[in-house]
């Protein structure tokens, strides 16, 4: 004789129960990770479509820029900005200088990875009393015994600019910029600092 044994409701409603609790665990979880900052850097190449394209220097880049020019300018000092926002095409036009275009290499980066791009970098030259460009880090054209170049580089990190100078593989002695934290990752997938000032 078989005995049969009814399964109770109680069973029933405790593995429903943890099913559901398995469930918004899973929910919350995913909810988590799809609004960390590490979501970037695991996968840098979600974007987000919705961004409008950069189309030029970040507010408070440019304003910062017209301050060194203004600050470098009372200690006897002329610089001039030679590059701010550039197009991704640009980026790319520049990249070939020097591989195949003719020309010396000025980047190592291509279109979309230069901070450029996002208009958050600028770069900029000595001016001489004479009305002359020189990329001369020794240059002292107000003659108080120390290098013109490096005084802006002071004056910029006042500022809050960064110096491509201090980077550890290539040294991009004019180029300034404020990431304001974020990554190149980062602003490829649509990610921008607020216009707000800190």
């Known amino acids: 004789m078989h005995v049969i044994v009814p399964v109770q409701s109680g069973n029933k409603r405790t593995k429903r129960r943890r099913l559901l609790v398995a469930a918004l665990i899973i929910t919350v979880g995913f909810i988590l990770l799809i609004n960390n900052p590490l979501l970037n850097r695991i996968w840098p190449h979600i974007k987000n479509h919705d961004v409008p394209p950069v189309t030029g220097l970040h507010p408070i880049v440019a304003a910062k820029q017209m301050t060194l020019i203004q600050e470098t300018k009372k200690i006897g000092i002329t610089i001039l900005i030679t590059d701010g926002f550039r197009s991704t095409v640009e980026q790319d036009a520049l990249y070939r200088q020097g591989r195949s275009d003719k020309g010396q290499i000025v980047t190592t980066v291509q279109g979309g990875d230069s901070y450029h791009n996002y208009g958050l970098a600028i770069d900029f030259a000595l001016r001489t009393l004479k009305g002359k ?62 216009d707000v000032k800190s």
């Open 133 to 194: 460009v020189v990329w001369d880090l020794k240059y002292d054209g107000n003659h108080n015994g120390k290098s013109d170049w490096m005084e802006v580089v002071a004056i910029a990190k006042r500022l809050g600019f960064t110096w491509g100078g201090d980077w550890k593989n290539f040294k991009d002695y004019p180029h300034l910029q404020m990431d304001f934290g974020y990554t190149i990752g980062e602003l490829k997938r649509g990610e921008r600092p607020t």
